[in-house]
């Protein structure tokens, strides 16, 4: 099994923290990447990126300073920030889960292609969707081509947490009947009606990523989540789109965005 999940935008700065443990198997296609990246105006930057001039600044200066030293990396998993990694609390992980999320856990990203959970990469800010001004890099898509999926087993059961925007690098190329996408609801109270609930279901995505891995779940048992008030859910389910459900949403604690 396979477990997909995609970068953030927000990224923590190197820490004196544990020390990452690989190295991101497209960090030459990286490396290009950023080269291009700086020489893109702070004009041109947020253009793309749809940011203000000041932070467009920032993120000049921030692939300026990206580096491959080790000492200027940290681990992919604790290097971003978001409600998906919320949901993932990869600090928590013992010894034996790193071990298990680094053969079975991918994350997806704009930059580095493909990164295994304790490869070392060095903050960034480039968004798979990112239409770029020019030359082969305009199209994100076109540039990595198969290069991600590739670097996945040939065979096995990939369970799909990553946004649209990024398993659409791995999906296309691989046998669809392989890939199982999650869907996360929460009970409306009003109307009753389960409905999609953004910071939600990316919590809920990160904490379904950390069952599979703590758990050792097998392909066939994916169906027993129930952390954070989840509930498999048969009646909205398909087969490669399980549903899970929950009355009241159990993961408030683990974002700031909710209280």
């Known amino acids: 099994m396979i477990i997909l999940m995609h ?3 927000t990224m923590r700065p190197p820490t004196s923290g544990p020390a990452p443990t690989g190295r991101p198997a497209l960090l030459d296609r990286a490396e290009e990447l950023v080269a291009y990246l700086r020489t893109l105006s702070p ?10 001039a000041d932070l467009a600044t920032k993120v000049r200066d921030l692939h300026a300073e990206w580096s491959t030293k080790p ?3 940290s681990p992919a998993a604790a290097t971003f920030v978001g409600d998906i990694y919320s949901g993932l609390q ?4 013992a010894a034996a889960d790193r071990t298990y ?3 079975h856990l991918r994350i997806l990203s704009g930059l580095y292609g493909i990164l295994r959970p304790f490869d070392g990469i060095s903050p960034y800010r480039l968004e798979m969707g990112y239409r770029l001004p020019r030359g082969p890099y305009a ?3 076109t540039f990595w081509g198969k290069a991600i999926a590739e670097q996945l087993p040939a065979k096995g059961r990939i369970v799909n947490l990553a946004a649209n925007e990024y398993s659409k690098t791995v999906v296309p190329h691989v046998d669809p009947a392989r890939v199982v996408t999650p869907r996360f609801l929460t009970v409306d109270a009003a109307s009753g009606q389960a409905k999609f609930v953004v910071v939600h279901a990316k919590i809920a995505r990160g904490a379904f990523a950390r069952w599979l891995v703590t758990g050792r779940v097998k392909e066939g048992a994916t169906r027993e989540f129930a952390e954070i008030g989840y509930r498999y859910d048969e009646a909205l389910s398909t087969e490669a789109e399980p549903a899970y459900v929950c009355e009241e949403f159990g993961g408030k604690g683990l974002s700031v965005r909710l209280t």
């Not at 004009?43 to 203000?52: C, D, F, H």
């Not at 990869?90 to 992980?93: E, G, I, K, Q």
């Open 71 to 73: 000492d200027r990396q």
């Open 7 to 9: 970068s953030s935008k």
């Open 90 to 93: 990869v600090d928590t992980f």
């Open 139 to 141: 199209n994100l898509y």
């Open 43 to 52: 004009a041109e930057l947020a253009r793309v990126m749809k940011v203000s």
């Open 101 to 103: 999320a680094d053969r």
